[in-house]
């Protein structure tokens, strides 16, 4: 079923629905990396930005509905506080301010996060049915954003920018803690891992596994952020030409 409570097909990991997600998901960065200047000077790059953000919003009014229409809200699991719920409300304020203080968090927490979920989703639901649609939907346009305002206003995180994101996260972390003592809920996976194999069951145990994500995590935010570190040392040892044309 289309908008059933219960899979009627099991979600596969990198089974094809899977591998065509991803596919997608690179497929269309890269477009907007090889249109990046077309996008930049037309005028409809703010459209593009906006389409982006309401496009979130239209998926988590969905994710709602479909909660709701079909019995499984619930305040331990419903709430919107998951890691990359938060990123996609920081991402929709992103898209619309062009906060670029927004985009150092938002490029780990947001692209980076979302991408390690997209190619390890806690997900039961197999593509046609909409929750597989609208998880997918989250979660890549998450990636996308903040490479959106990479590739096309040259947004750039600095050498602080992950630990940066860490401190942040790690500041709403009791919040997150406090909300899921309240609610007995889950948010974040901080109060046990998901129900689902993830990428986190490698990682050990309750509660190992989140000091060692957490190390992980500091790891992947700096690989992620190693294209931009080398492209601006690349800029700063490029050699100027003079007037006629040859390098000093």
Not at 127 to 137: A, D, G
Request: net charge positive; hydrophobic share 50%.
């Amino acid at each position: 079923m289309f908008w059933g409570g219960i899979p009627t097909s099991e979600f596969k990991l990198f089974g094809l629905s899977h591998i065509i997600v991803i596919v997608i998901v690179i497929g269309v960065a890269l477009l907007i990396y090889r249109n990046r200047k077309r996008i930049g000077i037309s005028k409809y790059e703010k459209h593009f930005r906006v389409i982006i953000a309401l496009l979130l919003i239209i998926q988590s009014i969905i994710y709602q509905a479909w909660l709701i229409s079909t019995g499984t809200w619930s305040i331990e699991t419903s709430l919107p506080f998951s890691i990359c719920e938060c990123a996609a409300f920081l991402c929709i304020y992103m898209l619309l301010t062009k906060s670029k203080q927004v985009f150092e968090i938002v490029y780990f927490a947001g692209t980076v996060i979302s991408f390690l979920v997209v190619l390890s989703p806690a997900l039961s639901f197999n593509f046609p049915h909409i929750r597989f649609i609208e998880f997918f939907m989250e979660h890549g346009l998450i990636v996308i954003a903040p490479l959106y305002m990479a590739f096309v206003h040259g947004f750039r995180p600095t050498w602080k920018s992950p630990l940066k994101t860490v401190l942040v996260m790690n500041c709403c972390a009791p919040i997150i803690i406090g909300l899921n003592y309240v609610t007995k809920g889950n948010y974040w996976f901080i109060a046990n891992l998901p129900e689902q194999q993830t990428i986190l069951n490698i990682f050990g145990g309750y509660p190992w596994y989140i000091l060692v994500a957490e190390i992980v995590g500091i790891m992947i935010f700096y690989l992620a952020y190693l294209p931009f570190g080398l492209t601006k040392r690349k800029d700063q040892v490029s050699p100027i030409p003079d007037e006629k044309g040859d390098s000093r």
